[in-house]
């Protein structure tokens, strides 16, 4: 539909263009008829479109018209470094804080890499984009999405429906990130066909991961069986991203956070990068400074 555009207005501006060459669209497939060299052109023209959508999830008569007749599209998509991709409608997302694009260069020298920081700092948004980044470039076959199933004052038990259904309110800040960069009929797709997975920690366990960028949010609530589980399902040609706010750690007390264990034991493993975020990094309401600042001082003050 992107291609086509709303009644046929791209396919028909594309077809205005070459007027010797007649294009007919059914479905998901072209057929031109038309002199060899004049074919060759408008294939070459219609890679570059598709080329431009996958980039910037967005086709406007301008860009189209850019790309009929000067390539436009090839310059446009050498994009500033700080943007990591173009979301949905071509909404450019990119790295805001020098800690982000600390994140971006980790991941880009790590195989894993651990995010540690407050909320809001945009950890996980960032590692998402990062995926979706990684299975544009081809570099990865695969997202897979996971958390474990912990939530302040709650259990799973107590949701209603089915295991999945139990699971969605978990997920949810992953969903809301994917549904910026992802069309929403392309996501779907993807996640019908296991492109993008999203699943709670539980179900990692005996999978090995290969060719497949894998985020763990929230790990500050994993236990250390969890964690070393998780862990050990990188495979061949894989990238993890383990983000975590080790000031909301909702484990019941006598359960020692398994994130905690893992930056102690792994420290110093070539590889594996620690990024630690703060509140400077902060980009929600700047009232989230002032209260995480307010819980930092109450804690001082009470000597914990």
């Known amino acids: 539909m992107a291609f086509y555009g709303s009644n046929n207005d791209n396919l028909n501006q594309i077809k205005n263009h070459f007027p010797k060459v007649q294009i007919i669209g059914r479905g998901e497939a072209i057929k031109l008829l038309g002199e060899g060299g ?32 000067d390539d436009g599209a090839q310059r446009a998509l050498v994009a500033p470094p700080d943007i990591l991709i173009h ?27 651990f995010a540690v920081g407050p909320a809001g700092t945009g950890k996980t948004y960032t590692a998402v984009a990062l995926a979706v980044r990684a299975l544009k470039r081809k570099e990865v076959k695969r997202i897979i999405l996971t958390r474990p199933a912990v939530a302040v004052g709650e259990r799973i038990g ?7 259904e139990k699971m969605d309110p978990y997920l949810q800040p992953l969903y809301d990130a994917l549904r ?4 929403m009929d392309r996501l779907l797709d993807h996640m019908e066909s296991g492109i993008v997975q999203i699943a709670p920690l539980g179900f990692m366990r005996g999978r090995t991961l290969d060719q497949a960028f894998v985020i763990l949010d929230e790990a500050q609530n994993t236990t250390y069986i969890q964690m070393k589980m998780f862990l ?29 264990e893992a930056l102690r034991i792994l420290r110093g493993i070539n590889g594996i990068g620690v990024l630690r975020l703060d509140d400077t990094d902060v980009l929600r309401h700047r009232l989230v400074k002032c209260v995480l600042k307010a819980y930092e001082k109450s804690a001082s003050d009470m000597g914990c």
């Open 232 to 260: 050990t399902r990188m495979g061949k040609h894989a990238k993890f991203v383990i983000t975590a706010d080790p000031d909301q750690i909702d484990l019941p007390t006598n359960q020692r956070s398994g994130l905690l």
């Open 158 to 164: 107590f949701l209603p429906g089915d295991p999945k």
């Open 87 to 113: 979301g949905v409608g071509g909404m450019p997302i990119r790295a805001q804080t020098h800690s982000q694009r600390k994140m971006v260069w980790f991941s880009e020298t790590c195989d894993m890499v």
């Open 180 to 183: 910026d960069m992802i069309p």
């Open 38 to 69: 004049q074919l060759e052109v408008v294939k070459r023209k219609i890679a570059s479109i598709i080329h431009y959508l996958q980039a910037y999830n967005g086709l406007s008569h301008h860009a189209l018209d850019r790309i009929l007749y």
